[in-house]
């Protein structure tokens, strides 16, 4: 209980996010390229992040960044991906800092 009282909220800044299509594109394709570096061949996780370049177009900032979050979480929960390289991605195409439990 005490822990949960000391546990600052936060509210999550999505402007930090790039409004410019091309560079998201070029932020994805560097995670992408990370990704295979570091060993994760699953076509899963390629689809998945390759899908945010296509919804970056149709969503808010905010709804866009709350889909990754989505995705990442997803992700680590079915453990094809490290909470590290989780919070990489994250911070690579959001330039905020994510909170895993």
Do not use: C
């Amino acid at each position: 209980m005490y822990v949960e009282e000391k546990r600052e909220a936060t509210t999550e800044n999505y402007d930090n996010i790039s409004s410019n299509q091309q560079e998201i594109n070029e932020k994805i394709n560097e995670v992408l390229e990370h990704l295979k570096k570091l060993g994760y061949g699953q076509e899963i996780i390629f689809e998945e992040i390759e899908e945010l370049k296509s919804l970056h177009t149709k969503l808010s900032k905010k709804n866009w960044g709350q889909v990754l979050k989505g995705k990442l979480l997803d992700l680590a929960l079915s453990k094809l991906v490290e909470n590290d390289t989780i919070s990489y991605v994250y911070e690579h195409l959001t330039n905020n800092h994510l909170r895993l439990p």
